[in-house]
């Protein structure tokens, strides 16, 4: 039998974790049933059991992903230096309908799971912690700049932002757009910017 190759197993693994992302977002993690999984990824048990012994390491390999997916958009939105009420312009727009829309309910579920799963809680809080730093890097970097008002306290400006941007994920995914400009002029008032 030939050998299969490191990139076709990644590709299956994709598939999978694709697959689940879909089922989760519609149905949410309770209400997915391996089954379904199996049906959305058109594969077998076996083969899916075969990178997920569980539903519990699918949920878990899910979240991390969606975590992980927040770090580039952050960078992403960081770096075009339209200050902060852009770079929460931007991020809000990733979230409506960029790369992280299709993860909004995931990332709702992770939040709400990790209270009763230690690991997912720690994967959270992990990822958390490296979003919160990223956004102190941004306060400090706009802080030097002269971009937010002189004397601000970036460690707990950088918590209020990461608050922030969850309240989004759960203002679009419960309550729909939240228009990127309208966070930005909300943003810029708040800071005195223009």
Known sequence: ??????EHLERRRQQI???AAGCFARQGFHATSMQDIFAAAGL?????YRYFPSKTELIRAIAAEALAQALPALDSAA???AGLPGVLAALVAE???????????V????????????ELAKLARSTLGLLL????VLLDRLAGQGRIPPGTDT???AWLILALLQGYVIQLTVLGDVPPEQVRASAAALLRQT
């Not at 730093?133 to 102190?136: L, N, V, Y």
């Open 155 to 157: 460690d707990a400006a």
């Open 44 to 48: 077998s048990a076996g083969a899916v």
């Open 107 to 118: 990332f709702l579920q992770v939040w709400a799971e990790a209270v009763r799963d230690e």
């Open 95 to 105: 979230l409506g309908a960029g790369r992280l829309a299709r993860l909004r309910p």
């Open 17 to 19: 974790l694709d697959a």
């Open 133 to 136: 730093a990223r956004i102190r």
């Open 79 to 81: 770096g075009q230096d």
């Open 1 to 6: 039998m030939p050998k299969v190759s490191q």
